[in-house]
């Protein structure tokens, strides 16, 4: 799929088909995390796919939905802060930055597979942290369904004209696209 369009048929998937996606899939989408960039290549990321039943009850527990709990798998995208790379002006630990740069390469990389995602960020850390069982340094950053969308066309995005978000050399003079 030529960039451009993988960019507008990428979209946050809230309705999923029952099925399971195959092991050798889910591996490629979170090779494409893998390969993500990240502040002075520290990869303070991991990647804890859930598919036993038992498991993803517990995780989607963390998450109050509906649609959530039809989910057929969930990636939990986590940080190590501890490994993180901190800017040396203010200290800025860039865990949320890098994480989410790998994130963004899995949804771009599902959608290319046929698969959608949601990306979660409101869901309750503690007891994402109590059912991976995560050591206190390892901070649960993200929940990422993915399955097969119900619908098969990306619905029409809604974001910001050009010149609301990119100027040319000060903050507020328009960029002219």
């Keep these: 799929m030529h960039f ?78 501890e490994m993180a790379w901190k800017r040396s002006f203010d200290q800025k630990d860039h865990t949320d930055v890098d994480a989410s740069i790998a994130i963004d390469h899995m949804t771009l990389r599902a959608t290319e597979l046929g698969l959608g995602t949601c990306w979660i960020c409101h869901f309750d850390p503690e007891k994402v942290r109590k059912v991976m069982q995560l050591p206190e340094h390892i901070e649960p950053i993200a929940l990422l369904p993915i399955g097969y969308p119900q619908e098969s066309k990306a619905p029409q995005k809604k974001r910001k004209p050009f010149s609301e978000v990119a100027f040319d050399e000060v903050y507020g003079k328009p960029l002219m696209k």
């Design 4 to 81: 451009n369009q993988l960019l507008r048929e990428r979209y946050s998937v809230r309705e999923y088909k029952p099925l399971k996606v195959s092991k050798a899939l889910l591996i490629e989408v979170l090779e494409a995390g893998r390969m993500a960039p990240s502040a002075a290549n520290r990869q303070p990321w991991s990647f804890i796919l859930v598919s036993d039943d038992a498991n993803l009850e517990k995780i989607k527990e963390c998450y109050d939905r509906e649609w959530f709990k039809a989910a057929p798998q969930v990636i939990v995208i986590c940080g190590n802060h």
